[in-house]
């Protein structure tokens, strides 16, 4: 149980969490803390899953814990099927451990009830990010059978914090977890909150009196932020993190395929979009850029809501290309 020597933050939703992940992550690094990340699915490499201090696992370092973990694993085939992630999992939790890491960021995989990831016992806060449609195969076909999944996040007593703008039928179904674990629920007041800038190149807003930027680009973000920043506030009362600590965090985070711009002249943008919330998000920025023609270079898995996904995108492009 290497999971009982840390300290986390754990982070479920549809949409948002590996943006937020990231800003949670800059706030505590430049807070002075040794800070785990696990994310996933890898976007550039498979050891971008775990870092420290934004720095990548190395192979040597895979290669050492895999080589403790295997003959674990192997010595309960059979009784136990493990799936690649619970072993990328644990392969974390030993490297953060054995690391000494003040604290971790913990981003689910899919779901929160039955996530592997929500083996840890008490987070110093939950947190849920925009809820919608996805992986309905696992997850269920409803808001409120997929709020459920996500809201198994929540542990007694732990504080959680809800992103603003979800439909009624999912803040009503974590509110009932919250309550029945005695859990504090707050949810970001987003008439506190005033954009004063968004586009691809990052966004400016004021919430409650203070301004705040980020180099992640749309609306969407400014959502992502301030739930971060009423997060924050539970770890902030057992480690020293100033102001000044979450306004750098916000700005330095960035993470690879979320509205990246690539190029500028021509404008090229890289998204990883892929459900109809995602997609909403994508448009929203599209909906900025005055440049004609659009030509979107798209390619989903079959599993996904592909018809309700380019439904958001088809006003706003002039051309598909379709690629495997």
């Not at 490499?45 to 295997?70: C, F, K, L, T, V």
């Not at 999944?149 to 703008?165: D, N, R, T």
């Not at 500028?264 to 943008?269: A, E, F, G, R, S």
């Amino acid at each position: 149980n290497p999971e009982k020597s840390l300290k986390f933050v754990h982070i479920a939703g549809t949409n948002g969490k590996g943006s937020m992940a990231q800003m949670f992550s800059e706030i505590f690094i430049d807070a002075g803390y040794k800070t785990g990340l696990f994310t996933s699915p890898y976007i550039i490499e498979y050891n971008d899953r775990i870092q420290i201090n934004g720095q990548n696992i190395s192979d040597e370092e895979i290669e050492i814990i895999s080589n403790e973990i295997r003959p674990i694993v192997e010595s309960l085939e059979g009784d136990t099927d493990f799936s690649q992630f619970e072993i990328t999992q644990t392969i974390a939790f030993l490297y953060f451990a054995k690391m000494q890491c003040d604290i971790v960021v913990l981003e689910t995989g899919v779901g929160g009830l039955l996530d592997s990831t929500n083996v840890i016992e008490a987070p110093l806060v939950s947190v849920i990010g925009s809820v919608s449609y996805d992986h309905t195969a696992v997850l269920g076909n409803t808001l409120e059978e997929i709020a459920f999944q996500k809201a198994g996040i929540i542990k007694p007593k732990c504080p959680c914090v809800l992103s603003a703008g979800n439909d009624m039928a999912v803040i009503k179904t974590i509110r009932e977890k919250a309550m029945a674990m005695q859990s504090q629920l707050v949810i970001p007041n987003l008439y506190l909150c005033k954009a004063e800038k968004w586009d691809i190149f990052g966004c400016e807003f004021w919430y409650k009196g203070e301004k705040y930027a980020t180099s992640m680009g749309g609306l969407h973000q400014i959502s992502n932020a301030i739930t971060v920043i009423e997060a924050i506030k539970y770890p902030a009362e057992k480690m020293k993190i100033t102001l000044d600590n979450i306004k750098n965090g916000l700005k330095r985070a960035t993470i690879p395929a979320r509205i990246e711009v690539v190029s500028k002249n021509p404008l090229t943008i890289l998204d990883g979009g892929h459900n109809p919330d995602g997609m909403k998000a994508l448009a929203k920025v599209l909906e900025t850029i005055p440049q004609r023609p659009k030509i979107a270079i798209i390619g989903m898995l079959k599993g996904k809501n592909v018809h309700e996904a380019i439904r958001e995108l088809i006003g706003l492009v002039d051309k598909f290309i379709c690629v495997e």
